[in-house]
């Protein structure tokens, strides 16, 4: 199961510089001119049992013009930590070339405004966008604040991620934070003016019912950012909601329950989370609460009856947030900040008490959302689809600006793909090794080896695509394939996994079109045959094309029918696929 983990890494100006209009605004952002926590999360990595995975850092500057310096920071940390992992490093440079392809090409403005790298939501959408590219099955989003004390917890993250429980499928799986102190609470004192607000008294609950106790999966009405894995079939539908400045990884799994995905807690599944001391004032981290929970409510409440989608509830995400998105939303707010500022005005802090107060006016005439909160999403979540559907046409364009980004000091394969320099006497030794060629007698096989080449593909590479014409037959001789195929929903089905010895590609018929994605699950080395070259030799060697055609028409006849029955048996539907 392909895996990719994506970590967000958010820099600011130095801390002389400090804060300028039009930055991005992030909790704890490291200064470029400190080392800040990314360091010690790579370290923990190396703890992991299981590295079969790609690693991608969204680097977020809080301004563009910090991109060079907070890729050259990240390069060092790389370079120090030296992971045996492949890392790619994709920042706002890398984005825009993919934003200049999408316009060259005529893409709708809205699905490029998509591609955005400033602020929470759309720094997590590019984290599923760049495992989206990479070919993951599965992403797993973890912070830079962060780490790895479970050496199994790769395994973990990927053991039930794609099956199904209770009838349900398993679209996500929420993993949970520890505290410095190992427990799963936050680590905050309660004070009186939270008897109206008591969001922090209501995240315990959901948590001694969800994580404190058993069965080890249950569905889950909260997830956290920093510990969460989405199967490809929920990223490639469900974005998060740009819209909402703060809990985009609770209000993701409001949108993919619209959408009928579901979420599961592992109670297994925890990572040590030890983040910078926060700097803003209550008063300011109350209101960011105050917007999000308001436009989560107007979500839920601006439903309307829509196919494929569900009618979801604030019951459904009962006892935490669900409480905070019911009618009784705006009374708890008044009440709360009218306490908060009398503590405020208790201690002599009169703009603070002043600050409280303005929250009650903005939550009445500035925070409750201006449009419809449902309609923008269905819109959002249908320029999505087309995001990815720009990506695929163009996958090789785009992989090309991705590759240039890898910064992994441990490199497991070259790049590009490329024909392998091999003497003509070895390519024959490699052919008669293999079973493919055993109805071959050896003069046949010999003269094939003069116009077989071996070509090499790096893991993810895409070996052919839906849509192009079948020029050249195909064997695995090293590593392996995937044959995949979107069905009419846009779910990817593996038709099949080709190893060493197993084919492709080998219809003679000129207009054949393709309508599978072949790629590389491994790094892979494949023999191919031009079908044009392979025509040439017929020509002159009729007896020899005679053989070497009746075998082809054999395995071809057999291999249809095989992957058009699996297909059948997947989706229900009959339609030919190769």
């Known amino acids: 199961m392909r895996t990719v983990m994506v970590i967000p890494v958010y820099y600011s100006r130095s801390k002389k510089d400090g804060h300028a209009e039009g930055d991005a605004v992030y909790d704890h952002p490291t200064p470029i001119d400190e080392d800040g926590t990314l360091k010690r999360t790579l370290e923990s990595i190396k703890i992991l049992n299981n590295q ?15 991109t060079s310096l907070a890729k050259e920071k990240v390069r060092k940390i790389l370079e120090e930590v030296k992971l045996d992992v492949q890392t790619f490093v994709l920042t706002p440079d890398e984005l825009n070339q993919i934003k200049e392809l999408a316009m060259k090409n005529n893409t709708k403005q809205e699905i490029i405004d998509i591609m955005n790298i400033k602020g929470y939501a759309n720094v997590r959408n590019m984290c599923i966008y760049a495992a989206y590219i990479l070919g993951a099955e599965v992403a797993v989003l973890i912070d830079d604040d962060e780490l790895f004390e479970k050496e199994n917890f790769m395994d973990l ?17 929420a993993g949970y934070y520890l505290n410095k102190y190992g427990n799963y609470y936050d680590d905050v004192d309660i004070e009186p003016w939270m008897t109206y607000w008591d969001r922090f008294g209501y995240k315990g609950k959901a948590f001694d019912k969800i994580i404190g106790q058993q069965p080890r999966i249950k ?8 510990a969460m894995v989405i199967h490809r079939n929920l990223f490639k539908t469900v974005p998060f909601d740009p819209n909402i400045t703060r809990g ?14 579901h979420f599961f807690l592992d109670r297994e599944l925890s990572i040590k989370h030890l983040p ?8 300011k981290r109350f209101r960011e609460d105050i917007y999000r929970f308001l436009y989560e409510k107007a979500k839920i409440d601006s439903q309307v009856e829509t196919p494929n989608m569900n009618m979801v509830t604030a019951k459904d995400f009962d006892p935490y947030p669900g409480n905070f998105l019911t009618h009784e939303l705006e009374d708890m707010i008044f009440k709360a900040n009218i306490m908060l500022a009398m503590d405020y005005f208790s201690s ?21 959302p201006k449009f419809n909160v449902f309609q923008e999403f269905q819109r959002l979540q249908k320029d999505w689809k087309g995001l990815l559907a720009f990506t695929k046409k163009y996958m090789v364009d ?55 080449k071996i070509r090499s593909y790096p893991e993810g590479a895409y070996v052919g695509k839906s849509g192009e014409k079948v020029r050249t037959m195909r064997i695995v001789s090293n590593g392996s394939v995937r044959i995949v195929k979107e069905d009419n929903d846009g779910d990817q089905v593996e038709l099949a996994h080709l190893k060493e010895g197993e084919y492709f590609g080998e219809t003679m018929d000129k207009t054949f079109m393709s309508y599978v994605d072949i790629i590389a699950y491994e790094d892979s080395e494949l023999i191919e045959i031009d079908h044009d070259e392979l025509l040439s030799l017929v020509d002159s060697n009729p007896i020899l094309g005679m053989r070497i055609f009746k075998m082809l028409n ?11 029955e699996k297909y059948t048996d997947l989706t229900g539907r009959g339609q030919s696929i190769y």
Request: hydrophobic content about 40%; proline content about 3%; aromatic content about 10%.
């Open 248 to 261: 985009e990884d609770i209000d993701y799994l409001i949108n993919a329950k619209m959408f009928g995905f």
């Open 52 to 66: 079969d995975f790609q690693l991608a850092l969204i680097v977020s500057p809080t301004s563009e013009d910090l």
């Open 157 to 173: 993250a990927t053991e039930f991620i794609g099956g199904r429980l209770y009838g349900k499928t398993i679209d996500g799986i």
């Open 348 to 368: 002599g802090d009169v703009e603070a008490a002043k600050e409280t107060m303005n929250n009650i006016y903005l939550s009445k005439y500035d925070a409750k």
């Open 554 to 564: 054999a395995k071809l006849s057999l291999k249809l029918k095989k992957l058009n």
């Open 398 to 452: 785009i992989r090309e600006i991705i590759n240039e980004a890898e910064l992994g000091y441990v490199k497991k394969y070259e790049k590009q793909v490329f024909v392998k320099s091999m003497p003509r006497e070895e390519i024959e030794l490699l052919l008669k090794s293999m079973d493919f060629f055993n109805a071959l007698e050896g003069r046949d096989v010999e003269t094939l080896s003069a116009i077989a």
């Open 219 to 226: 569905l889950t009405p909260f997830a956290f950012g920093g």
């Open 276 to 283: 910078p001391k926060k700097t803003h004032p209550v008063w």
